[in-house]
């Protein structure tokens, strides 16, 4: 008795799902051309061994990686502007699945102006102890004032705690009567930590 098999073999295709994206960032990109930002996003079932191309026009893609299924970390670098803007960011993806979209992320500019530092009295007098000294940032404001924080150096005299005030940060300055008993240059200098570079 001859017996006959047929085998059959059955070839399943391998079907992409089309993919969604969704952008895990709650501010701003510092867009002074320096800085590096990582930005999350979130994209179900991408898989780790999935293909991804990231592509901007307004900065840089320094890297991106999958640090877990379903999440996809991005390094971005913005390009230098001096106003608000937007960065565009394509994401392409293959593997498990097909994905092809374009998110916009905001650009912030690097903080600039001027900080005015003005005395009362605007001389210093013998027999005087005590001047205060005001902070005011001009320019562009890139923060409340209540939020920028000051830091203040006097070459004569000690500097006591900062205050914000009406628009401007103020603080006195308690001078010693020996400090005064020649002519003297009061020299201040005031940073603003929140922005270096004015």
């Known amino acids: 008795m001859r017996r006959l098999f047929l085998l059959i073999a059955f070839a399943w295709p391998v079907v992409a799902f089309p993919g969604e994206l969704n952008v895990l960032h709650?501010?701003?990109?510092?867009?002074?051309?320096?800085?590096?930002?990582?930005?999350?996003?979130?994209v179900p079932n991408l898989a780790l061994t999935d293909k991804v191309r990231i592509k901007t026009r307004e900065g840089v893609v320094v890297g991106h990686s999958i640090?877990?299924?379903?999440?996809?970390?991005?390094?971005?670098?913005?390009?230098p502007l001096d106003t608000a803007g937007a960065l565009s960011l394509r994401v392409r993806i293959k593997g498990g699945i097909e994905l092809d979209k374009v998110?916009?992320?905001?650009?912030?500019?690097?903080?600039g102006g001027t900080l005015k530092i003005e005395l009362t009295p605007p001389d210093l007098i013998g027999g005087l102890q005590r001047v205060e000294v005001r902070?005011?940032?001009?320019?562009?404001?890139?923060?409340?004032?209540?939020?920028?924080?000051?830091?203040?150096?006097?070459?004569?005299?000690?500097?006591?705690?900062?205050?914000?005030?009406?628009g401007g940060t103020m603080a006195p300055i308690n001078i010693t009567p020996v400090e005064l008993e020649e002519t003297k240059v009061l020299m201040l200098t005031a940073t603003d930590l929140s922005a270096p570079e004015s």
């Open 26 to 42: 709650d501010g701003p990109i510092l867009a002074d051309g320096v800085s590096v930002h990582r930005v999350y996003l979130e």
């Open 67 to 79: 640090p877990m299924p379903g999440l996809l970390a991005v390094d971005l670098s913005g390009e």
């Open 135 to 166: 902070v005011r940032p001009e320019g562009p404001a890139h923060l409340p004032h209540a939020a920028r924080r000051f830091a203040l150096s006097a070459t004569v005299g000690e500097i006591e705690s900062l205050q914000a005030v009406g």
């Open 103 to 111: 998110v916009s992320l905001p650009l912030q500019p690097v903080a």
